[in-house]
């Protein structure tokens, strides 16, 4: 389908930061333009759907939906992963909930029985009839990848490979092992309702909206922020800035300082930053000298996400003596910041319905917005040109 909103408008969100405005309000709030947008963004680029770390052994999986689409992400037997769909090829139902490890997948609506790699293994009373042949029948697979142990999927199958577009960020972040990490804990969604473009990462906010949450954890002034950092390929969706610390091993903690042992490997200059990368659409990853943390969210709905914050360390951490207790302090220490940012969050996205909602100018700071509205405007632009052209087409093969 075409943009509903004609793509020149979008002009104006992109290019000096001396001029540029924001995205309009109705991107936020338009029915249509999401349909579109899902079409545009999440149809025809790779973005994360969780960590293959979390399904570490055969059997392992877990199931989560991506707009429409119900999926199920397995670790076959050889080790590699799988995602397939989570649509039973007989009437639709979901052939897995939540997540866990099985050695095959029974639907429960009519024991429809398939392995972890998707393949129907049975169907009662069809078993043996001569007009079903199972081996033509498995859950469709989903073009997938994993990157620095993160789950990638795509559904276009034309799009270059993952790796090339991750290549510099995987260099850039080398040294924090991220293949390695684990999960402090079981991923797990909050539900939010705002359109899925309100959680784009800045820190412009950070000295004002967390003044006295974050602010005496971890001193965040704009001169501190360094938005030239190595790993930005805005072309490529990849929006990357860095927090410069005062000293080695600062981070946001009730001390001011990592709380957990640093990750062998990080250098002097890496110790001394917080790392913070947007992969678009969908991932904030937060490189800290003792940690990795990494935020994903998935649309559900125009104005509605689902958002999940997850803390990931080497596994000597994790098993360390008293880890458990420091993290939950150190999770509690930061639950202030995140309520507000989900006040803001909400609010923002109320503000967008307003008669005077804004196409806002942006600050320095929010450089990382800017590059993030270039690279969504490209998404627009490619898909309605393409529409376009089908509708040409059609026209002329009716004419
Ligand atoms: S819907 Fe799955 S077996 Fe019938
Ligand atoms: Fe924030």
């Not at 999401?34 to 759907?49: D, Q, T």
């Not at 639709?92 to 998707?118: I, Q, T």
């Not at 079903?132 to 859950?139: A, G, I, N, T, Y």
Request: net charge negative; aromatic share 12%.
């Amino acid at each position: 389908m075409r943009s509903p909103i004609p793509v020149d408008e979008f002009d104006a969100s992109c290019g000096s930061i001396d001029s540029v405005v924001a995205l309009p309000p109705e991107t936020f709030t338009s029915d249509e333009f999401h349909k579109f947008e899902m079409e545009a963004v999440f149809g025809h680029e790779w973005f994360c759907i969780g960590r293959a770390t979390d399904i570490p052994n055969k059997g392992d999986y877990y199931t989560l939906n991506v707009g429409n689409e119900p999926l199920l992400v397995t670790r076959l037997a050889d080790g590699s992963v799988r995602v397939q769909a989570n649509v039973c090829q007989h009437r639709a139902m979901k052939v897995a909930e939540g997540s866990g490890n099985a050695r095959r997948f029974k639907c429960p609506y009519h024991a429809w029985v398939y392995g972890l790699d998707g393949k129907l293994q049975s169907a009662p009373d069809l078993n043996d009839s001569p007009c079903f042949d199972k081996s033509k029948v498995e859950l469709p697979g989903i073009r997938s990848a994993v990157w620095e142990g993160f789950v990638f999927i795509t559904f276009d199958p034309d799009i270059p490979p993952l790796g090339e577009r991750l290549g510099v960020l995987g260099s850039y972040l080398k040294n924090w092992g991220m293949s390695d990490l684990r999960s402090a804990s079981p991923l797990s969604w909050l539900d939010i309702p705002v359109n899925w473009k309100i959680f784009g990462d800045e820190c412009y906010h950070c000295a004002h909206l967390h003044a006295k949450s974050w602010g005496p954890m971890y001193e965040t002034t704009s001169e501190r922020i360094d938005y030239d950092s190595a790993a930005n390929e805005p072309v490529k969706g990849v929006i990357a800035y860095d927090l410069i610390s005062e000293g080695e091993d600062f981070s946001p903690t009730r001390t001011g300082r990592t709380l957990q042992p640093v990750l062998p490997g990080l250098t002097t200059d890496e110790r001394s930053r917080l790392v913070y990368v947007t992969v678009a659409p969908n991932l904030l990853i937060i490189a800290m000298p003792d940690k990795v943390k990494y935020f994903m969210w998935l649309p559900t709905g125009t104005t509605s996400s689902v958002f999940a914050a997850t803390w990931m360390y080497p596994e000597s951490t994790l098993d360390k003596p008293g880890f458990t207790e420091e993290w939950e302090m150190e999770v509690s220490d930061l639950g202030q910041v995140m309520e507000e940012d989900i006040y803001a969050w909400t609010t923002v996205q109320a503000g967008m319905y307003s008669r005077n909602a804004p196409r806002g100018r942006y600050a320095p700071s929010e450089v990382v917005l800017v590059r993030l509205n270039e690279w969504l405007v490209q998404k627009y632009r490619q898909a309605d040109v393409a529409a376009e052209a089908t509708e040409l087409v059609s026209a002329d093969v009716t004419a």
